[in-house]
């Protein structure tokens, strides 16, 4: 039995072959074709080539043999509901382009980075969430436009639509998108800082250097508050690298108190995670302004030891 889907805006012009490699990832290219050869696969209830360009409203057939067993193909490998799985408060924006979530300390964005046993990351949980009400593609998945490390908390951008995408990654090379972090350093940050550097991997970390090798790296940091070997600051970044706040503190001789990687020693007494850094506020010309409120364990944390309010 076929299964029918239809093809949606953000399909128009693309190869057959590449709305399906993307719709069943799990299918080898080689079956894909071997089932549009058979038949197996139809588009308007008509055999297709790879070559063959789709349009919105297409309906691609699909023989049932060929879809996902043992998942729903829009639903992440949990018991969790929609809305379980992506808690409203979580939600910060949403339009038909972009949705932006505040996400928690722990959690991983990217279902391929190692998530512990029975785990479901970020990017799992939006697309469930989104499952009901996404049909602008089927060779186009909902997923982040930037990354947070596993501990670091705030804002993350998904796209709903492959314009959104490509608009808010158009903003982002041509440095249109302000994002602005709060960490807290150790030791005492006394005035404004600026790094201007360039970083490189180097196994699991990612290293500082003032010669040409690597990609340039901008960050400016602002101190908010200040208690004994302590300082909560405000960072705002000129780019967007992986790790980069964390080795621009460092480099500075004021890394993230508690990020052991990077020199920050143990972390600080009472504070409910390893180290505090957190996506801020994000501003550009596509969509309103928006912030993040800290999880309210942390804020408590910061009002107690900083005296100071968010």
């Known amino acids: 039995m076929r299964v029918e889907f239809t093809a949606g805006p953000d ?32 588009l308007n209830n008509a055999k297709a080539t790879p070559d063959t360009r789709v349009i919105p409203g297409d309906k691609i057939g699909i023989w049932d043999a060929l879809l996902p067993r043992s998942e729903s193909l829009f639903r992440p490998p949990s018991d969790r509901s929609p809305t379980e799985a992506l808690p409203q408060e979580w939600i910060i924006f949403q339009n038909e382009d ?3 979530i505040n996400k928690p300390s722990g959690l991983l964005v990217h279902a391929g980075e190692n998530p512990r046993r029975g785990e479901v990351p970020l990017d799992e949980r939006v697309r469930a969430w989104l499952a009901d009400s996404q049909r602008h593609s089927l060779g186009f998945r909902p997923g982040p436009l930037h990354r947070l490390d596993r501990e670091t908390s705030g804002l993350v951008v998904f796209s709903r639509t492959l314009v959104g995408a490509r608009q808010f990654s158009s903003a982002m090379i041509h440095r249109k998108i302000t994002k602005t972090y709060l960490a807290v350093l150790s ?16 196994g699991q970390k990612m290293m500082s250097r003032t010669s040409d090798e690597g ?17 909560l600051a405000e960072v705002e970044l ?15 001789g004021h890394s993230l108190a508690g990020d052991r990687k990077y020199g920050g020693g143990a972390p600080p007494d009472e504070l409910d995670r390893p180290w505090l850094l957190h996506a801020w506020k994000l501003s550009c010309d596509l969509f309103p302004a928006v912030t993040a409120p800290l999880e309210p364990r942390s804020a408590l944390w910061v009002k107690k030891k900083f005296k100071f309010v968010l």
């Open 11 to 42: 399909d128009e012009d693309r190869r057959l072959e590449s709305v399906l490699r993307r719709f069943l990832p799990h299918q080898p290219l080689g079956s894909l074709h071997k089932a549009l050869r058979r038949g197996d696969i139809r």
């Open 187 to 202: 030791g005492f940050l006394d005035s404004p800082r600026e790094v201007h550097d360039r970083l490189i991997r180097d």
């Open 238 to 252: 000129g780019t967007g690298r992986t790790h980069q706040i964390r080795v621009h503190a460092q480099s500075l």
């Open 215 to 231: 990609v340039e790296a901008v960050s400016r940091f602002v101190p908010l508050a200040w208690i004994q070997g302590l300082t």
């Open 98 to 100: 972009w949705l932006v």
